[in-house]
C-alpha cells in the first residue's frame, strides 16, 4: 500500500508538504485499506492560496453562467458513470450499504443538476425602483470568494456535494477538508471536476484533521466563507475561530430529532405497520449515524405498549454485517470512538432508569470484528436523561410518551437543537397545527427522512446557522451588490463650497 497523492493544490496532485500519512480503516472489520496524505498548515495554507489566484486573477468567477452550468452538469452525468464504484467507495469508508453509497451516488448528481439548472433560470439582477428616470439601480449576486468547505463522515460524498454544487455554480474556488475518517470519495470527487475541465485552483482539498487543517482554514484571512458540516462542539470552534477575520459561516450542525405519533396514525393494521416501519427507519438507517436521525419516539401514552413491542420485535430482527453482503441492512459504526460513545450512552440511560427493549449489546460472532452495535430501543425515557438530550450519533431509540397534542408539542421542541421532527396522524387539522408549532428545520408529516434538492436544509438552535439546498443555498455562496449609477449626475450643494 502506498501512500496516496489525496491533496490538490493548484491543479497539481500531492503528498502532504511533512510527508506524514493516515491509515483508513474499513469500520466492517478494523483493518486498514487505504492510505491518505495527512495534511497539515503549510498544506492548508498552499491550497488556500492556490483557491486564492484562482478567485482574484482566474476565469470561473467571470465563465458565462451557461458554461458552468454545463460544467456542472458533466459532474453529475460523471457521477452517474461512477455509480458502483463510488458507491462501493462510500459503503466501505463509511460503513454504509452498498445500496445506501449508490443513493449517495444519485442523490449527489441531482444536487449538482439542481444548481445547474437553478442559476440557468435566473435573470441577472434586479433592478431596483428609484424613484427617478435618471437613476438606473439594480441589485447583483456575485460570488463570495474562495470558500472553506468541512465535512462530516457519515455523508461524506453527500455533504461535500452539497456545499460544492452551489459554490461552483455560483462562481466561487474552494479549498475542502473531508472528514479524516472518511476522505476517498470526496479525493475522488475532486478528480470527476478535473475530469469535467474545471480550471487549476479552483477545487482544492486537504486530507488531514479537524485541528490543524479545519481550524487553519476557519481562521485563514484569505477565506471568505466557511461552511461546516459536523458535531456542535467543531461548530462552535468553527465559528470562534472565523471571528477574527468577519467570514460568513454556515454552520449545519446536529439534531435530537423527534418522531411523533398520534394513536390516530395507527388506527388500520397497515397505517400501525407503515408507522412502525418509518420509526425503524428513522431510527436506524445507517446504524443512526444520521444527523437528522429521529432518535426520539414520542409516542401517545394509550398506544405505547403495542408501538413499542412491535418495534423492539423488528429491532432485533435487523441484519448488521458489512455493507456490501448480501441481506445486510445496517453496517457497522465507523470507528472504535463511536461504538464506545454508544455503548456509554446506553448504560448512562440503564443507569438513570430506561427500560431496554431491544439491542443494548454488540453482536456476537463471526464477520462482527469490526464496530457494530445492534439496534437499541431504550423505554420509559424522560427529558432528565443525557440520552434523551444530547446526540448520541448511533443505533439508539428513547421512547416517551404523551397524553394531550400540547403534551406532544412541547417534547417535540425540548431540545437545544431544532434540525428535523415528524408528525404521524390521521387528522389533517392536527397534521397542520403540529407542524406549525414544532421548532425545526424540516417538519415530516407522516413521512420520515425524505428531502428535496429545490427544498431548504438546515436547523433551527444549535441545529446551525444558514441553510443548503433550496435557493437559499446557493445565496449562502454570494454577496449581493447594490449597483445605483446616477445618468444625469449635478452636484449636490450640501456644502456651501
Ligand atoms: P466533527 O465535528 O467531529 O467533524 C466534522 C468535520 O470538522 C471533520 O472534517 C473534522 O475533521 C472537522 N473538525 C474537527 N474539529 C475542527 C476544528 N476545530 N476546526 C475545524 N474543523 C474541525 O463531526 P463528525 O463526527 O465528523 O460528524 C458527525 C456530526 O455531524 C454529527 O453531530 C451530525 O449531526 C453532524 N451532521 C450534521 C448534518 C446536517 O446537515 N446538519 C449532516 C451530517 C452530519
Known amino acids: 500500500m502506498s501512500a496516496q497523492q489525496t491533496i490538490h493544490v493548484g491543479g497539481e496532485w500531492r503528498s502532504a508538504a511533512s510527508g506524514a500519512t493516515r491509515e483508513i480503516i474499513d469500520p466492517a472489520d478494523a483493518t486498514v485499506f487505504a492510505l491518505v496524505a495527512e495534511g497539515g498548515t503549510e498544506d492548508t495554507d498552499a491550497a488556500v492560496a492556490a483557491a486564492r489566484r484562482a478567485f482574484d486573477e482566474g476565469e470561473w468567477p467571470r465563465t458565462p453562467v451557461a458554461e458552468r452550468a454545463a460544467l456542472l452538469r458533466r459532474v453529475a452525468d460523471l457521477l452517474q458513470r461512477n455509480r458502483e464504484a463510488l458507491g462501493a467507495l462510500e459503503s466501505r469508508d463509511a460503513g ?294 444530547e446526540e448520541v450519533f448511533g443505533p439508539v431509540l428513547t421512547v416517551e410518551t404523551f397524553r394531550t397534542e400540547d403534551e406532544a408539542v412541547a417534547l417535540a421542541n425540548d431540545t437545544e437543537y431544532g434540525l428535523a421532527g415528524a408528525v404521524w396522524t390521521a387528522d389533517p387539522g392536527r397534521a397542520r397545527r403540529v407542524a406549525g408549532r414544532l421548532r425545526h428545520g424540516t417538519v415530516w408529516i407522516n413521512d420520515f427522512h425524505p428531502y428535496l434538492p429545490q427544498a431548504e436544509w438546515g436547523g433551527f438552535g444549535k441545529s446551525g446557522i444558514g441553510r443548503e439546498l433550496g435557493p437559499a443555498g446557493l445565496a449562502e455562496y454570494r454577496e449581493a451588490k447594490h449597483i445605483y449609477q446616477n445618468l444625469a449626475p449635478r452636484p449636490v450643494r450640501w456644502f456651501a463650497g
Not at 449508490?102 to 425602483?129: H, I, K, P, W
Not at 449489546?361 to 452495535?373: D, K, L, Q, S, V
Not at 420509559?380 to 443525557?386: K, L, V, Y
Open 96 to 389: 454504509k450499504t452498498l445500496e445506501e453509497g449508490r443513493v449517495d451516488v444519485d442523490c449527489v448528481a441531482d444536487a449538482f443538476r439542481y444548481f445547474a439548472d437553478l442559476v440557468m433560470n435566473e435573470s441577472g439582477g434586479r433592478v431596483v425602483d428609484a424613484g427617478s428616470d435618471e437613476i438606473h439601480s439594480v441589485v447583483v449576486h456575485e460570488p463570495v470568494g474562495v470558500c472553506a468547505l468541512i465535512t462530516p463522515w457519515n455523508y461524506p460524498l453527500l455533504q461535500a456535494s452539497w456545499k460544492i454544487a452551489p459554490a461552483l455554480a455560483a462562481g466561487n474556488t474552494f479549498v475542502v477538508k473531508p472528514s479524516e475518517i472518511t476522505p476517498l470519495a470526496t479525493v475522488e470527487l475532486i478528480h470527476l471536476l478535473e475530469e469535467a475541465g474545471l480550471p487549476d485552483g479552483v477545487a482544492n482539498i486537504v486530507t488531514g484533521a479537524g485541528d490543524p487543517v479545519g481550524a487553519r482554514l476557519a481562521e485563514h484571512p484569505d477565506v471568505d466563507l466557511v461552511s461546516f458540516t459536523g458535531g456542535l462542539s467543531s461548530g462552535t470552534k468553527v465559528m470562534r475561530a472565523a471571528a477574527d477575520s468577519v467570514k460568513k459561516v454556515a454552520l449545519e450542525l446536529g439534531g435530537k430529532n423527534p418522531n411523533v405519533v398520534f394513536a390516530d396514525a395507527c388506527e388500520s393494521d397497515e397505517d400501525f405497520d407503515t408507522a412502525v416501519d418509518q420509526a425503524l427507519n428513522a431510527a436506524f438507517i445507517h446504524s443512526g449515524q444520521v444527523c437528522s436521525a429521529g432518535s426520539r419516539l414520542i409516542v401517545e401514552e394509550s398506544m405505547r405498549e403495542r408501538f413499542v413491542g412491535e418495534l423492539a420485535r423488528r429491532a432485533e430482527k435487523i441484519r448488521l454485517g458489512r455493507g456490501t453482503d448480501d441481506g445486510v441492512e445496517c453496517g457497522p459504526l465507523v470507528s472504535p470512538q463511536q461504538l464506545a460513545k454508544t455503548e456509554e450512552y446506553v448504560a448512562s440511560a440503564l443507569a438513570e432508569g430506561a427500560v431496554l427493549r431491544a439491542g443494548g449489546r454488540r453482536p456476537e460472532g463471526e464477520g462482527y470484528e469490526g464496530y457494530f452495535y445492534r439496534p437499541t430501543v431504550l423505554d420509559q425515557c424522560h427529558r432528565e436523561m443525557r440520552v434523551v438530550r
